[in-house]
Structure formats: structure tokens, C-alpha cells
């Protein structure tokens, strides 16, 4: 039998497990108001995918001096291990229990893919460490501790749709009225075909990027405008169950992101020759009638939205671009939540 004292024996034993996967935004955050407290300046939009997830295990350590990080291979990296003891000093903070931890986290998709793993990373770890620390958070909250970590993973403690409003204010007001709500979409039944393009060598980080484009670039200001239109016109298309609509406002808020960035001193360029392959077989797509769009992040690869009984074609014609280049069709996928992921969706 469970009784709330076998429970917190197990989790002091064992760790508490949590599973969360990447969300790939339609209506971009490219921008913070607040830096310390990842308040972004626009309010932002997105599809939680069904692959890639990461999995995470805390388990308190009366034992240790410091925390110990460590992923799939060993020891993690020093940056990474630095950001996930730094959210853990919150969660701590907020349960007054200072003991340190142990943090196992696995990405089941390949590393360094560039897949927002950072978005599914903070969330299975919001999870995780609220649960291991006894902290009882609702999903809001749950959305507020994970947007800490790293701003976009606000929006994967939900599945499906999520728009992670961006809040007022700074400080506490801008910290307590910023997080991600779920958003009903039952007209579409979408996929992101994901093409992973061959970076070559590795760009600049989103958060460095978007502080330099908030800093310098003017065509930053104008893109805040368009964007809160399109979040506007994006509810309007999601309601109507408009595919091609939706797909024609995210693409178009993510060409404007990447123009903000070629406008920064000095530019930020994400496109590699590959990305600009599959962008050209987008359109080519549209031209033979297939609805189709293609949005992309901090990185080269492109992810194209289509309707799901499309996904195989759509495929395979951005394979035809490149024989070698890696194609995953994700589906919606579901919010981070405690527990392994399910067989059929790591
Ligand atoms: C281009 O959430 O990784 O993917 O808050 O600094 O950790 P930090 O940034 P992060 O930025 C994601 C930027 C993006 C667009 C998006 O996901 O909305």
C-alpha cells in the first residue's frame, strides 16, 4: 500500500523521473524584457512534439557536498552543469530545503541535433526537481519554474498547441503573469517533418543571439509588431482549422526572426547552404499543390508544417535534396509530466 511515508521513502531512494519533449514554436520568442527572470518581450506560440524527449532523474543527496550532473555518456558539461545546479538553487529556495542532488538527464534524440533541447530539457528537470523537493505546483507554476531554466521551456509542460504569454511588467508582476497555457486545436491534425541539415561548424547560442539582436538590430521593433499580428491571425487560423493559414503566418514570423538577426552588428546567420535547399523544396511543394511550410530556429535545420496524411510525401521529397540528410516526422507529442516515456514515443 502507498501511504504519503512510503512515497517520500521511494522518492528519497530512488528519485523522482520525468519525461518532457521539444516544442517547436510557430509564433517565435526572440527577445527578453528581463534577462534574470527570462521575461521575453513578445508573447509566442508552439507544437509540443511526440520525439525526442528527454528524461531526468532527481534524487536528493543528503551525502553530497555539491550537486552531481550527469547525462547519457558521464559527467556533463561544465556550462550545462552550471545552469542546472543554478535552477536547482530555486526550487530549492522556494521548498527551504537546501539539500543537494543527484541530476541524471537522457535526450533520447541525437545529440547536438539542435532540436530544442534545452526546451525539453528544463521542462522534464521542472518536473523532476519540483517533485523530488515535494513542491506541489500546478501546471502554471510548473510553466513559470521551467521558463527559468530557459525560456522556451515554459511552453513544453503542455502538449499540442501552447502560447506562453509573455506577461506585464518586470520583476515579480512581469515573473507571476509570464507562462504558457494550453491552446485547443481539435480542426487540425498537423506534423512537423523535421529535415536535421548538416551545420558544419557550430553557430552562436539562442541566448547570446537574441541579446545581441534586441541590442542592435533595427529591424527588431518592427518584427515585435508584426508579430503580435500574427499571434493574432495564428488564433484566428488554429480556430478555423486552417492548415495553410497557419502555416503562412509561421513561416512568415520566422523569416522576420531571421531577418531581425541578419539586421544585428555584427549578423547572426543560421541558414547553411542545406537549410536553403530544403527551404527552395518547400516551395516547390506549395507550387505542386501540397500544403506545406517550413519554419526554423536557432540553427540550420528545418522543420516543415503539413498535414499529417502528407507527412510521408512531404518526407520524401525533402529527402530528395540530400540522400544522406537525416528526416523525422514528429506528430504532436504530450506535456512533460512524471515517469518514462511511453515505448512508442521516445
Ligand atoms: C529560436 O528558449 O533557448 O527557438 O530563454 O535564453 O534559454 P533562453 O532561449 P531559448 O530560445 C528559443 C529561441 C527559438 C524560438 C522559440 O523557441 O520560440
Not at 506560440?45 to 558521464?74: C, I, M, N, R, W
Not at 519554474?145 to 509542460?157: D, K, Q, T, Y
Request: aromatic share 6%.
Amino acid at each position: 500500500m502507498s501511504t504519503p511515508e512510503t512515497v517520500a521513502a521511494r522518492v528519497a531512494a530512488e528519485g523522482v523521473t520525468a519525461t518532457a519533449y521539444p516544442n517547436i514554436a510557430l509564433i517565435k520568442y526572440w527577445g527578453k524584457r528581463d534577462e534574470a527572470l527570462h521575461l521575453p518581450v513578445t508573447s509566442s506560440l508552439s507544437l509540443t512534439l511526440g520525439v525526442f524527449a528527454t528524461v531526468t532523474t532527481v534524487t536528493l543527496a543528503e551525502d553530497l557536498p555539491a550537486d552531481s550532473v550527469t547525462v547519457a555518456d558521464g559527467p556533463a558539461a561544465q556550462a550545462f552543469a552550471a545552469k542546472v545546479v543554478g535552477f536547482l538553487d530555486l526550487v530549492r529556495d522556494s521548498a527551504g530545503d537546501h539539500r543537494r542532488a543527484r541530476v541524471h538527464t537522457v535526450n533520447m534524440g541525437p545529440t547536438g541535433a539542435g532540436l530544442a533541447s534545452s526546451a525539453s530539457g528544463f521542462a522534464a528537470l521542472a518536473v523532476a526537481a519540483a517533485g523530488a523537493y515535494g513542491l506541489d505546483l500546478d501546471q502554471r507554476a510548473l510553466s513559470r519554474l521551467a521558463r527559468r531554466g530557459s525560456g522556451s521551456a515554459s511552453r513544453s509542460i503542455y502538449g499540442g498547441f501552447a502560447q506562453w504569454h509573455r506577461g506585464e511588467g518586470v520583476g515579480a508582476e512581469g515573473d507571476s503573469s509570464s507562462y504558457a497555457e494550453p491552446v485547443a486545436a481539435p480542426l487540425l491534425d498537423p506534423a512537423l517533418v523535421v529535415a536535421l541539415v548538416d551545420a558544419g561548424e557550430k553557430s552562436i547560442t539562442s541566448r547570446a543571439a537574441m541579446r545581441r539582436t534586441v541590442d542592435t538590430s533595427p529591424f527588431y521593433q518592427p518584427w515585435v509588431r508584426s508579430s503580435e499580428q500574427d499571434l493574432r491571425d495564428m488564433h484566428t487560423a488554429i480556430a478555423a482549422g486552417d492548415l495553410a493559414a497557419v502555416g503562412e503566418i509561421a513561416e512568415r514570423n520566422a523569416l522576420g526572426m531571421h531577418a531581425t538577426m541578419l539586421g544585428a552588428r555584427p549578423a547572426v546567420r543560421y541558414f547553411a547552404p542545406g537549410s536553403m535547399r530544403v527551404l527552395d523544396r518547400v516551395l516547390a511543394l506549395r507550387a505542386e499543390g501540397v500544403v506545406a511550410y517550413a519554419t526554423m530556429d536557432a540553427g540550420p535545420n528545418v522543420k516543415v508544417l503539413c498535414d499529417r496524411r502528407d507527412s510521408a510525401a512531404v518526407a520524401a521529397a525533402l529527402g530528395e535534396t540530400d540522400p544522406a540528410m537525416r528526416i523525422i516526422v514528429a506528430t504532436p507529442g504530450p506535456g512533460a509530466a512524471i515517469g518514462a516515456p511511453a515505448e512508442s514515443s521516445a
